[in-house]
Each structure stands twice: as structure tokens, then as C-alpha cells.
């Protein structure tokens, strides 16, 4: 029985669905998959029409409202809004240390988190519009971030579903592999870096100094976790959206206090930067997170640790050799690394289902290049310039291989932009679909 709720302006109602695991053995195990239905308050027993969010990860679940807020200010105009927990994250059945534990050993787990791709969770949605809408309906998608990949993905699976598609800051490469996608991540990565030492001139010996300190003595965090140097890297991930410069300045100008034995690194920081790397909220983001790169048509041979194989390539990221000399200690990004899965506990236990996933091969292709060009569902996308988490040019490439597809190139905002921009960027592209700009 769906449970409803009211917030300021808006009303909510829970749904639960039981859908195959495999969606090639409709008839096997099953799993639950939640979505949160929410409409603006009076317009309950209107006649809109559905907009599906897919958020961004892989392994994120939906946005939490407080109200209208955010971008549901303008999408609650026009649409009642699905928000799905896509399979594995938040309200569906949850797939994390604990509950994998109970499948078996490292193959067993492998096995079972193979279903949890972008082609699984369309096939999800397709599955729950039928049922909520009914045969011969379609809806409207939204894809944020890892949620565009998903809508591509759609696009080439299953497009008599949808009626129009908006995408932000997620259009993939679609015949990139990992090791394309992190050769052209660390060069914008690094000039984030350099935009942050410029707004920040003081972080460069602030930086210097942890990673010194880490290098010879890595710390423990509140969780039992491990603060390696190239842990404290990873706050960088930070440096991709619109306040995250900031933040991390803020996050490292309370690093160090006076203690019994001298100078250490403060409580504050220490619980600072576990917030920012512990992966116990969400960890199908490292699990899965190059494996969303793998299609066999574009390379059979497994992502195997991509990120961690190419930034060899780019030694300016070693950061002990960065102390060696008198160059700034650089963030690393959206990498995920095999010694995330020693020094995280929320991880520890997945490392050996997570090395499987990365010698992986012949993973199912998620786009249909010759369907997208033949594309007749109306689209537009935001495409952040130089984001730091998708590639702009595989963007734009993408883009010019979708009919139909309108594009909007903009500086305004960072990745998440959709988040912050109050409803303006949703509202763009909603007029770009319509031919009104």
C-alpha cells in the first residue's frame, strides 16, 4: 500500500516494485526497487505528465526534497516527478558490505552486482512506467550526471518510452573506454588544481605540509578508516562542483592543532575529510564506477583499474614526488583506485568482488550508435564547459551523433549545476525541447 506525505508545497507517495534482478530471467530472483512520487500540492488529482529523474552516481540515489525546492521549483509546474532509488541505492533493495556479505564469496557478489549497470536500471524504469502509466504510455526523463549516461542508454534500449529527454552534465562518450575517459580526465583535473591554487595561493604549503605528514605518518579516522596521502588526494573529487573550492579551503585551513606531542591533525579535519572519502553512504560508486565505461564493442579486455594504470602517464599526481621538489601536491578527482578498498572499511570488504569487476571483459554494450542517429525523441542537453567529470569534447561528439539532439555549452555552473541553479537550468532546456529558444 503506497504511503503519502505532505511537505511544504508538495506531495509525496512511496512505491515499491519487485523486479527482476536479471532482466534476461524475468522469472528469477527478484529485487525491490523504490521511487518517490511527488506533484505540487492541489494538483494531486491532475492529469500531468510523468518526468522520471535519474540521479547521478553510479550507486547515488535520488534526491531527498525538503518542499519545492531546488529543481523541482520548475519541474513541479508542468510534471508530476518520479524520483527512483535506482536499483541498489537508498530505498531499493541495498547492495553494500552488509547485505553482499549474505550472497557468498567474491564471485558470488561479482555475479550479482553485474546486474546493476545502466542497462539494468532502464530496463527498471521501463518495466515501472507500464506498470505505473500503463502499456502504450510514455513519460519525460531527466538525467543528471551518471543519470545522462542512463538516458542515453534509454535512448538506444527502449525510446518508444519516452515522450522527451533533458540531460545535465552527462553525456558520455559513447565509444570511449575507461582508459580514454581518464586520459583526458587527469589534464582537467589538473587545471582545476591550478584554479584552486590561484584562488587559494595559501593552500599550496597547506597542502604540502599534510601530504608530508601523511607520506610518513597516515591517520586514522573517527571510522577506523585509513588517511593515506593518496587518500588525502581524493579530495579532490570536491573541486568539480560550483562551492567545492571553497569548501575544500575551508576544510583545510582548520587541519592542524597544537597537542600533547606538538603539532597533529585536528578532530575537525579528521571527521572533515571522512565525510568527503568514506564511500558507507554509497559504495556502488567505487564498485561499479568504471565498470559503467565497459561496452564490448569498444574493448574486451576489462577496465582493470584504469584510472590507477593511466595516471602513471601523468606524474605530476605523485604527490610523494611532488614533495621531492618544489611543485604543489595535486587533488586527484573522480578516480576510484584499488587502495580505496584497503583504507576504507565501508570497502574493505568488497575489494575482492571489486578486482573481479575490474578484470571483467565482454560487458554488454549500453549504446546503440546507428539507433541514437536515427534518434526521433526530442532532447536537449546542458554540456558544463570543462567539467571536471565529463568530458566536454566527448560531450559535444556525443552530441553532433544524437538526431535531433539541441545542446546548450555553458560556464554559468559547474557539474552541478542542475542542483544549484534553482530550476534555470532545467527551465532551458524544457524551452530548448519546446523550440522556444
Request: glycine share 10%; proline share 5%.
Amino acid at each position: 500500500m503506497s504511503t503519502s506525505n505532505r511537505l511544504p508545497g508538495i506531495v509525496t507517495t512511496d512505491h515499491v516494485f519487485q523486479l527482476p534482478l536479471d532482466h534476461e530471467a524475468p522469472q528469477g530472483e527478484q529485487i525491490e526497487v523504490y521511487a518517490r512520487e511527488v506533484v505540487a500540492a492541489g494538483r494531486e488529482g491532475e492529469d500531468l505528465p510523468w518526468l522520471l529523474f535519474l540521479q547521478g552516481g553510479p550507486g547515488g540515489k535520488a534526491n531527498r526534497p525538503l518542499g519545492r525546492d531546488g529543481w523541482l521549483v520548475r519541474a513541479l509546474d508542468d510534471y508530476r516527478v518520479l524520483l527512483l532509488d535506482q536499483r541498489g541505492t537508498g530505498r531499493s533493495t541495498p547492495a553494500n558490505r552488509q547485505t553482499l556479505a549474505r550472497r557468498g564469496g567474491p564471485k558470488e557478489q561479482a555475479d550479482y552486482l553485474a546486474h546493476f549497470r545502466a542497462d539494468s536500471i532502464v530496463r527498471d524504469a521501463e518495466l515501472i512506467r507500464r506498470r505505473l502509466l500503463g502499456e502504450g504510455s510514455r513519460w519525460s526523463l531527466l538525467g543528471q550526471s551518471f543519470g545522462g549516461f542512463c538516458t542515453l542508454t534509454y535512448l538506444s534500449l527502449a525510446p518508444e518510452g519516452l515522450r522527451e529527454a533533458f540531460v545535465t552534465g552527462g553525456l558520455a562518450g559513447l565509444k570511449a573506454s575507461a582508459d580514454d575517459v581518464y586520459r583526458a580526465a587527469y589534464p582537467r583535473v589538473a587545471r582545476k588544481n591550478a584554479g584552486h591554487y590561484a584562488r587559494y595561493p595559501q593552500d599550496v604549503a597547506t597542502v604540502r605540509e599534510i601530504a608530508a605528514h601523511l607520506a610518513e605518518n597516515p591517520a586514522r579516522l573517527p571510522d577506523g578508516g585509513l588517511l593515506t596521502v593518496e587518500a588525502f588526494q581524493a579530495l579532490g573529487l570536491m573541486l568539480g562542483s560550483g562551492t567545492g573550492s571553497h569548501s575544500l579551503h575551508h576544510l583545510l585551513e582548520e587541519a592542524w592543532v597544537e597537542g600533547v606531542a606538538g603539532r597533529e591533525l585536528s578532530d575537525t579535519f579528521l571527521a572533515g575529510a571522512q565525510a568527503q572519502l568514506s564511500f558507507a553512504q554509497g559504495p556502488l560508486y567505487a564498485v561499479l564506477h568504471e565498470s559503467i565505461y565497459g561496452q564490448r564493442s569498444v574493448d574486451r579486455a576489462g577496465t582493470r583499474w584504469a584510472a590507477e594504470r593511466v595516471r602513471a602517464e601523468f606524474p605530476a599526481f605523485d604527490a610523494r614526488r611532488a614533495l621531492s621538489t618544489d611543485q604543489p601536491v595535486l587533488f586527484t578527482g573522480e578516480m576510484i583506485y584499488p587502495a580505496m578498498f584497503e583504507a576504507d572499511p565501508a570497502l574493505q570488504p568488497l575489494r575482492e568482488a571489486a578486482e573481479l569487476l575490474a578484470e571483467r571483459g565482454d560487458w554488454p554494450d549500453l549504446y546503440d550508435p546507428a539507433r541514437l542517429a536515427g534518434n526521433t525523441v526530442p532532447v536537449a542537453a546542458a554540456v558544463y564547459h570543462d567539467d571536471m567529470y565529463v568530458d566536454t569534447a566527448d560531450s559535444l561528439e556525443t552530441a553532433n551523433a544524437v538526431r535531433g539532439l539541441r545542446v546548450w555549452v555553458t560556464n554559468e555552473w559547474e557539474h552541478d549545476g542542475l542542483r544549484v541553479s534553482g530550476g534555470q537550468v532545467l527551465d532551458r532546456l524544457i524551452k530548448m525541447v519546446r523550440g522556444e529558444l
